[in-house]
């Protein structure tokens, strides 16, 4: 007589309701077992399951089981059902539909590729408190792409550096300063110095260019920190901080984003640490979970790759993100899941890592000119210095807008040509 009942799990003839939560995997089961074996497994240890029948089961807690009811070669549909999940809480939502079932021994490896949220989950969570439009009516600028910069090197200026190159990028044509993952309040860098100095810089800079100027502060620490940087950002008068995501945690996040509901500020989500569990394309969890959830618990901006940068950004996994983040009926594919959006605003995706003027063009060719456009060494590493960079990106950015061949557009704009001499359209590796 069999103890284990994870095929009571399995419902191919299973016909999801509109508030059941889809969660959507790529299985590979070890050697010895069936997809379904794998699949019944899922589905139990994320729901009410566990690796042998139980004396406390009961008809009542039966039907809050989760069921693998879709297969296509190795991919599973699970469905769950609405009372599994905490209403608006995102690290319970983790904990259930990835939590222990990525280290299952009949598991060789498994990849959780999206979530399909529903209505109901998605009203307890505000969403973006500025979205693609707030964060464009800021800066009163429509037509073209919101440009920022990292000074480099990203740790190691001071807090005056660090400022007096924020002056410079702005000058140059820049809108939005940002700090870098790493940098938060070093010994050579302090946190409320740097910012102090960095918001006067920012004053000089609209004043001189007439332009809407902003800094993206990286207030990440632990979240009481977080709430005293975010509190003093506003108090200068700024309109945005950015906050590792993933370091600081789900519920950090949802802190934070409570906070600055009060403070008026946008939240600049910055993806580090995604790699560890998004690259291997067989195991963990997709960049599109990490960005879904952002945009629900509501970050207005999120890195999205670039395709052709430094960082590793498959074309179809960045045309996914674009769109997910930037629409409100999502159309899933093999890879992905329908998802409708209702009342939750759109994420103004950004696009950084490894790009210069040579390759702009190409990136908004490839995604869209309705991004946040993020260059560091391809501003900093210009042979003129970080004024004479900022220009280059404006320029290589009106050259595309105007459909002119970036090589073409340098010939009259002298920024530009030094920087194609530089690195002409190499794709940094």
């Not at 879709?70 to 259930?96: C, D, H, M, R």
């Not at 519920?251 to 910055?270: F, G, N, V, Y």
């Not at 291997?280 to 207005?300: C, F, Q, S, W, Y």
């Not at 590793?312 to 899941?337: A, H, I, R």
Request: charged residues 25%.
């Amino acid at each position: 007589m069999s103890f284990e009942w994870y095929m009571d799990f399995v419902d191919k003839k299973y016909n999801p309701s509109e508030e059941d939560l889809i969660a959507l995997f790529k299985v590979t089961p070890s050697p010895n077992y069936s997809i379904e074996d794998a699949a019944g497994r899922i589905a139990s240890e994320s729901s009410i399951g566990t690796w042998t029948t139980l004396s406390t089961m009961n008809e009542r807690i039966r039907a809050l089981m989760a069921k693998a009811y879709e297969f296509n070669k190795n991919y599973v549909k699970v469905a769950y059902p609405k009372e599994l999940f905490e209403e608006g809480n995102i690290p319970q939502l983790i904990s259930s539909v990835a939590g222990n079932i990525f280290g299952m021994k009949a598991i060789e490896s498994l990849r959780l590729l999206d979530i399909k949220l529903p209505r109901w989950y998605l009203k307890y969570f505000r969403g973006p408190q500025k979205g693609i439009d707030g964060v464009r009516d800021i800066f009163k600028v429509y037509s073209r792409p919101l440009l920022a910069t990292v000074p480099k090197p990203k740790v190691g200026m001071t807090s005056e550096e660090h400022a007096e190159a924020g002056f410079e990028a702005w000058v140059g044509g820049i809108d939005l300063l940002k700090d870098d993952e790493n940098l938060s309040s070093q010994p050579f860098n302090r946190f409320e110095e740097r910012v102090k100095l960095t918001f006067k810089k920012r004053d000089a800079a609209e004043k001189e260019t007439g332009e809407k100027k902003d800094y993206l502060v990286n207030i990440t620490s632990e979240t009481k920190e977080m709430i005293k940087r975010a509190r003093l950002v506003r108090e200068l008068g700024g309109n945005f901080v950015m906050v590792d995501i993933l370091t600081v945690g789900w519920s950090a996040l949802q802190t934070i984003r409570e906070e600055c509901e009060d403070l008026k500020l946008a939240i600049h989500a910055h993806r580090a640490f995604h790699a560890a569990f998004t690259r291997n394309p067989e195991h963990g969890m997709t960049m599109l979970v990490v960005a879904k959830l952002a945009r629900l618990i509501g970050v207005d901006n999120i890195h999205v790759g670039t395709v052709v940068g430094k960082l590793e950004s498959p074309l179809q996994e960045v045309k996914d993100l674009y769109n997910e983040m930037t629409s409100q009926k999502f159309k899933g594919n093999e890879l992905t899941l329908d998802q409708e959006w209702y009342n939750i605003k759109p994420t103004f995706p950004v696009s950084s890592g490894g790009l210069h003027p040579g390759i702009i063009q190409e990136v908004m060719e490839i995604i869209s000119s309705n991004i946040i456009i993020q260059v560091g060494g391809g501003l900093w590493g210009h042979p003129m210095g970080g004024r004479a960079g900022a220009k280059a990106i404006r320029q290589a950015i009106d050259a595309y807008l105007k459909g002119v061949d970036v090589l073409e557009y340098a010939k009259d704009h002298e920024e530009l040509k030094v920087a194609l001499e530089k690195w002409g359209v190499s794709k940094p590796s």
